[in-house]
C-alpha cells in the first residue's frame, strides 16, 4: 500500500512548502476523496506546527489529543475537508477546514459559539428498502432520515452526537459560502436562482453582483443569521 507520495503530485487544495521537501503522505480512501481533503498529517505538522517529524504527529494521534468532527482519530493518513472540525484536546481548540480564494484547504480558528456545529450539505437523497429515505452529504456521509430534506440543503448537525438542528435552504436571501470557481472562498447573499430543466447545475445569482453554478454554493445561513468567519487562519 502506497504511503506517501511527491509533494509535487499533492493535491491542489494541500497548501504545503512543494519543493521544501521530497516527499508528502497520501490520503487514505475515506469519506473525502483524495482530490477534496488534506491528510491529517499534513494538517497537524504543516498547518498546525504541532511536530516535525512524522513519529512526534504519530505520537500526538495514538495519545487521543487530536479530534475530528468531534470523534478521537490516530490515522494520520485520514483525510480532512471542506467544514470538518479539527480540534486539539489539550488546547480545546477547534479549527474550521475552510477554502481559501485560490481554492486551497485552510484551518480557521473557530470560535466556541460553532465549535460544536457541522455543516452537511445534501448532495443526494434517494429511497431505499421499505421506502426509507437516504440523504448522501458532500463530506460522503449517509443517513436515514425523514427530514425535509433535498439537494442543495445544509443541516446544522450537533457534534459529537450528530443530531440534525437547522435546515438552511437554498434561496434568496441566504448567506452562502463559494466552493469553486472563480469566487471561490468568498460569502455572498443568494439573490436569485435560474433552475434549469436539462441535466446541467441550476444557476445563482448574487447580490455582490457575480453568478455561479448551483454545485458551488454551500449555504451556511439566512441574512439574518449566519455562520460567521471570524476567526483567524492558521494556514
Same mark, same amino acid.
Do not use: I, N
Given at each position: 500500500m502506497i504511503t506517501r507520495t511527491k509533494r509535487q503530485m499533492l493535491p491542489r487544495v494541500v $497548501? #504545503?512548502?512543494r519543493k521544501e521537501y521530497f516527499w508528502g503522505a497520501?490520503?487514505?480512501p475515506?469519506?473525502?476523496s483524495t482530490e477534496s481533503s488534506v491528510p491529517l498529517l499534513h494538517v497537524l505538522r504543516d498547518y498546525l506546527h504541532l511536530g516535525d $517529524?512524522?513519529?512526534e504527529i504519530t505520537r500526538i494521534l495514538n495519545?487521543? %489529543?487530536v479530534l475530528v468532527d468531534g470523534k478521537k482519530v490516530k490515522d494520520r493518513r485520514i483525510g480532512v475537508g471542506f467544514m470538518d472540525l479539527v480540534t486539539i484536546v489539550p488546547t480545546a481548540q477547534s479549527y474550521r477546514v475552510l477554502y481559501d480564494r485560490r481554492g486551497r &484547504? #485552510? &484551518?480557521r480558528n473557530e470560535s466556541e459559539k460553532f465549535a460544536g456545529v457541522k455543516y452537511l450539505r445534501v448532495r443526494n437523497k434517494r429511497t431505499i428498502s421499505d421506502g426509507k429515505i437516504q440523504l448522501s452529504f458532500h463530506d460522503g456521509q449517509n443517513t436515514i432520515s425523514d427530514a425535509d430534506l433535498t439537494p442543495g440543503d445544509v443541516v446544522t448537525v450537533k457534534l459529537p452526537e450528530k443530531k440534525f438542528q437547522e435546515i438552511l435552504k437554498m434561496q434568496p436571501g441566504s448567506r452562502v459560502f463559494i466552493t469553486g470557481g472563480s469566487h471561490v472562498g468568498e460569502t455572498a447573499t443568494v439573490k436569485k436562482i435560474e433552475v434549469k430543466k436539462s441535466s446541467s447545475a441550476n &444557476? #445563482?445569482?448574487m447580490e455582490e453582483g457575480f453568478e455561479t453554478i448551483s454545485d458551488?454554493? %454551500?449555504v451556511i445561513g439566512s441574512s439574518k443569521s449566519f455562520y460567521e468567519l471570524a476567526g483567524k487562519v492558521v494556514s
Open positions: $497548501k #504545503v512548502a497520501s490520503t487514505r475515506g469519506r473525502h $517529524k512524522e513519529r495519545s487521543g %489529543f &484547504l #485552510v &484551518l &444557476l #445563482v445569482e458551488y454554493v %454551500f
